[in-house]
């Protein structure tokens, strides 16, 4: 069974570009959420899907990020337009149920110049 | 402050010894989950323990949960080099919220 798989792997996008980030969760789980690591520090939650449907996003922290799943598949992750800030690494979990295990992706690597 | 905190934030150990992290939370929770994450790469599951549970064990890790002290500790026997890397503990809160919260981590370095 393929776990979860994040595209790109790493992205390095000059100050003011548009870069979208793309997660795979593991097949058959609902949940999906979008964590970020930033400059080494604690890994702070962006958003939770439950299918389709954005179930928290009190952690994204601007207008400029914009979360998406359609059909409750895959999801996108889009920052527009990028600040020098938004450098870090993103991650996606999925888990079948909230009480059970989630497991994340390798990360993308954002770098911002 | 972070729902969960490790302590140590650092630790370093001879390749053979065992390695204990701790783990510290705030509210209740459904269930407490480790991770390992190497180099920089992805985030590793490595255990779940449930809040009615006190004691598990994996391989060479063994994980118990206090939950009248809200903690929870992680121990690695015989380690290796290859355990190198940092350890978060990321805590499923029983209301409130359905994310995980994830703790500062502690980095582990294992010398051969």
């Known amino acids: 069974e393929a776990g979860v798989t994040q595209f790109p792997s790493h992205s390095v996008i000059e100050k003011g570009q548009t870069v979208t980030l793309r997660c795979d969760p593991i097949s058959g789980h609902d949940n999906l959420y979008w964590y970020r690591r930033v400059m080494g520090k604690e890994i702070k939650f962006l958003l939770h899907?439950?299918?389709?449907?954005?179930?928290?996003e009190s952690g994204m922290p601007n207008n400029r990020f914009l979360a998406e799943r359609t059909g409750g598949t895959y999801s996108t992750l889009k920052v527009q337009p990028a600040e020098l800030e938004d450098s870090g690494v993103y991650f996606c979990?999925?888990?079948?149920?909230?009480?059970?295990?989630?497991?994340f992706g390798q990360g993308t690597r954002l770098t911002v110049v | 402050s972070q729902q969960g905190e490790e302590d140590p934030q650092a630790l370093s150990i001879q390749e053979g010894e065992n390695a204990t992290m701790n783990c510290s939370y705030k509210t209740s929770i459904n269930n407490l989950q480790w991770y390992r994450q190497n180099s920089g790469r992805g985030l590793v599951h490595l255990i779940l323990i449930r809040s009615n549970e006190r004691e598990k064990h994996s391989g060479r890790l063994r994980v118990t949960l206090d939950t009248s002290k809200k903690s929870s500790s992680l121990l690695i026997t015989a380690s290796r080099a290859a355990d190198t890397a940092s350890y978060f503990c990321?805590?499923?809160?029983?209301?409130?919220?359905?994310?995980?919260?994830f703790g500062t981590g502690t980095r582990l370095k294992v010398l051969a």
């Open positions: 899907f439950v299918k389709e449907s954005k179930q928290d």
């Open positions: 979990a999925s888990s079948q149920l909230y009480n059970t295990e989630a497991f």
């Open positions: 990321a805590t499923a809160p029983t209301s409130g919220t359905y994310k995980y919260i």
